[in-house]
């Protein structure tokens, strides 16, 4: 996930992820990234301005890789609907696979922390800009109800974003067919008609 960052950024961002998912990010000081992460406060201080630095950067790289990791499955289909399904595939396997990163982004998406800036930057760098051209296309074509393409993927989003919740907390297992029913499910909510 931070691949594109030298050794020491990859220790503070790794560091900083696992400190928020366990203490929250009002226990996460400067301090304590560099304790547990083995850099020094000063050499911290040389990559980043302050702890809201850290995150901002977290929240990006871990945007950028979702959004990777999502557009690789869009591209996979030809159709429509394929892509439809590789990438809402794509979105539960990534909080599948990466359950810290997915719970980062679920919890601070909208927090203070995270700079304006950086919100609108990622938003459209991420894998929405993407899903929501695909359902614009669905739209033109008269496959999909004609709504908002944004509001429409985040409201699947959200549906997904519960079950990985579930998922997570032991509720119930996201098996393949519970993935696919899904999936299934929300192509059909937003469907205009029978389209295969």
């Known amino acids: ?78 159709t429509i609907r394929e892509k439809f399904e590789f990438g809402w595939g794509r979105v539960i396997e990534l909080g599948k696979q990466y359950p810290q990163g997915f719970q980062f982004i679920e919890q601070y998406s909208f927090s203070p922390y995270i700079y304006e800036e950086v919100k609108k930057e990622v938003y459209t760098g991420g894998w929405c800009g993407p899903m929501n051209a695909l359902y614009e296309e669905a739209i033109q074509a008269k496959m999909f109800t004609p709504m908002n393409p944004k509001m429409m993927v985040q409201m699947h989003y959200g549906t997904f974003v519960y079950m990985l919740k579930a998922h997570l907390h032991g509720i119930f297992e996201l098996s393949s067919e519970n993935v696919s029913d899904a999936i299934r499910s929300c192509w059909n909510a937003v469907t205009l008609r029978d389209v295969t």
């Not at 691949?3 to 203490?23: C, G, H």
């Not at 990010?25 to 992460?37: G, P």
């Not at 990559?47 to 630095?53: A, G, I, N, R, T």
Request: charged share 25%; aromatic share 10%.
């Open 1 to 78: 996930m931070f691949d594109n960052y030298n050794k020491v950024q990859q220790a503070v961002l790794e560091t900083t992820l696992n400190i928020i998912i366990r203490k929250e990010l009002q226990a996460t000081s400067m301090a304590l990234i560099a304790k547990e992460s083995g850099v020094s406060t000063g050499n911290i201080y040389h990559y980043f301005k302050s702890k809201e630095d850290i995150v901002n950067e977290l929240y990006k790289a871990i945007v950028t890789f979702n959004g990777e990791y999502v557009r690789d499955g869009l591209l996979k289909g030809t």
